[in-house]
């Protein structure tokens, strides 16, 4: 039912007050278009919307948006607005038998097969968390879609075997194919890296890669506790040499500083991989991730446009918004 807000006077002349009134209700009660209402009533469709917007700015018209029961929708509601997500999703900060990146993957996980459709490629970041999305990963029916990965599957043995079988467990999971990126992560010479990227198989999975509707990675820190230190890609003095240089964290092996912008490293030349700028174009990409040392690589990778979708726990939401956009 359409009403004035509660202790709202509509001040309007009474014969606009009762066009407005009209028009709400064929609109909005009976669910005509506004050509419609405007062949109904003799107006144009551009007279319709002017008298919708008017309807609503005046009080003529109340709407109540109720969002979903979820536990910290004022927190996730900031969240998106004053960072201007696409979306967003905030776990409760978890227990110390749960463990932070457990529930991340969890969330990240639900958040993806809300999102799985027919032909879509989603694009898998390696990283701890990413790691872990399999173990709570289903869909309720088998979907054409395609897994792939957006760099090379490792900088080590190890490292390589856990990246193909994250894409692969989760294509199995939602009845669709992946796809690897069969090369090292990071190579030993630009040259290496230049050849096996004009090698066809490489070109062709980094392709499709590029064609990722949906991306979804962490971010790495440039602190001790970065995947890339802990693997030996960076040494103790790569580190304090990345800090006075201004980098916060990075994405996909590439480097960034606190406004988002690129912090170069002998690296950029060495990965094998999409780049930043290949993020940007993508249309979902979801960075999944928390705790106190990622919240400047968050907040950079946002403001740099490499993600535009957030799935953190609250402590990290909450430090995000004192910092501000």
């Not at 700015?57 to 979820?70: C, F, L, M, R, T």
């Not at 696409?86 to 529930?103: M, Y």
């Not at 040499?241 to 030349?269: C, K, Y």
């Not at 907040?299 to 490499?306: D, Q, T």
Request: hydrophobic share 45%.
């Amino acid at each position: 039912m359409i009403t004035p807000p509660p202790n709202r006077r509509v001040d309007l002349p009474l014969a606009e007050h009762r066009l407005c009134a009209r028009v709400a209700r064929l609109y909005y009660e009976s669910g005509l278009t506004q050509e419609q209402i405007g062949q109904q009533l003799g107006l144009s469709r551009m007279k319709v919307n002017r008298l919708i917007s008017l309807a609503i700015k005046s009080g003529v018209v109340h709407i109540d948006i109720v969002g979903p029961d979820e536990p910290h929708a004022d927190l996730l509601g900031r969240l998106e607005s004053t960072f201007g997500l696409q979306d967003a999703r905030i776990v409760s900060d978890p227990t110390p038998e749960q463990g932070l990146r457990t529930v991340l993957a969890a969330a990240a996980a639900d958040w993806l097969a809300d999102r799985l459709v027919d032909g879509l490629v989603i694009g898998l970041g390696l990283g701890r968390t990413v790691a872990l999305i399999p173990e709570a990963f289903s869909v309720p029916r088998a979907v054409s879609c395609r897994f792939v990965t957006l760099e090379g599957v490792g900088v080590s043995p190890s490292a390589g075997f856990a990246a193909y079988d994250v894409t692969s467990r989760l294509a199995e999971a939602a009845g669709g194919r992946a796809e690897i990126i069969s090369a090292p992560t990071f190579v030993s010479t630009p040259a290496i890296r230049d050849a096996l990227i004009a090698e066809p198989s490489v070109s062709a999975s980094l392709d499709v890669a590029r064609q990722a509707g949906l991306m979804i990675q962490s971010v790495g820190s440039v602190t001790s506790d970065a995947l890339l230190f802990r693997h030996g890609t960076l040494t103790e003095g790569d580190l304090t040499r990345l800090q006075q240089a201004g980098a916060v964290g990075d994405a996909l092996g590439h480097f960034f500083d606190a406004n988002g912008e690129p912090v170069s490293w002998p690296t950029d030349e060495l990965h094998v991989g999409l780049r930043l700028d290949d993020m940007k174009q993508c249309p979902s990409s979801a960075i999944v991730a928390g705790g106190e040392d990622k919240v400047l690589a968050i907040r950079g990778a946002i403001r740099g446009k490499f993600a535009n979708v957030l799935i953190t726990d609250v402590s990290t939401a909450e430090r995000l918004l004192e910092l501000g956009a």
